[in-house]
T-cell receptor, first 115, second 117 residues
């Protein structure tokens, strides 16, 4: 079974600064997909960024980028130029792809951006 | 992006009654939908996979007779909490993947807050 571990229950950052959220996972599969989801106080889950395991290039989406280290099974999220609206729970998630859409989530990291 | 709705957004019921929660994909068809439960400050816990035209697949430890799932059409899945008790109070979220590729983005509903008195 796949597991996803987020070792930082809470983090804080000053507005405009950069913060990195950690995620490690465990799987015996070679092909899979990794995601970061954001859950703001409204509790609506929002996809932040995704990465295909077979792609070596790290995914980027505007201020969000990942550091994907397949051998180390690590998938960290970097948020640059943090904004107040980035305050949210961030969940790292994994799925095996193919016809299996099932997501396995980490426990989450509560990020607070301070003015 | 695609939209998934849930109804109701919140519900309060008395212990022993049943509550139905609807999940609809508004602008795409979803042969598969997922139901999650989330306690305060915790992660999403997958309860079951809802499959259009067939029985739902429940995760280990989830009571099938208590959490009834019906995927009546390609745009609607319902979760019925039967004989609800205070311990069933939680935030319930559904999601639906769009498209036939495994990693396609999953779209989440806004959630339903259930309070059982």
């Amino acid at each position: 079974a796949q597991t996803v571990t987020q070792s930082q229950p809470e983090m804080s950052v000053q507005e405009a600064e950069t913060v990195t959220l950690s995620c490690t996972y465990d799987t015996s599969e070679n092909n899979y997909y990794l995601f970061w989801y954001k859950q703001p106080p409204s509790r609506q889950m929002i996809l932040v960024i995704r990465q295909e395991a077979y792609k070596q290039q790290n995914a980027t989406e505007n201020r969000f980028s990942v550091n994907f280290q397949k051998a180390a099974k690590s998938f960290s999220l970097k948020i640059s130029d943090s904004q107040l609206g980035d305050t949210a729970m961030y969940f790292c998630a994994f799925n095996m792809g193919g016809s299996n859409y099932k997501l396995t989530f980490g426990k989450g990291t509560l990020l607070t951006v301070n003015p | 992006g695609a939209v998934v709705s849930q109804h109701p957004s919140w519900v309060i019921c008395k212990s022993g009654t049943s509550v139905k929660i609807e999940c609809r994909s508004l602008d795409f068809q979803a042969t598969t939908m997922f139901w999650y439960r989330q306690f305060p400050k915790q992660s999403l816990m997958l309860m079951a996979t809802s499959n259009e035209g067939s029985k739902a697949t429940y995760e280990q430890g989830v009571e099938k007779d208590k959490f009834l799932i019906n995927h009546a059409s390609l745009t609607l899945s319902t979760l019925t909490v039967t004989s609800a008790h205070p311990e069933d109070s939680s935030f319930y979220i559904c999601s639906a993947p769009r498209g036939g590729v495994g990693w396609d983005e999953q779209f989440f509903g806004p959630g339903t807050r259930l309070t059982v008195l």
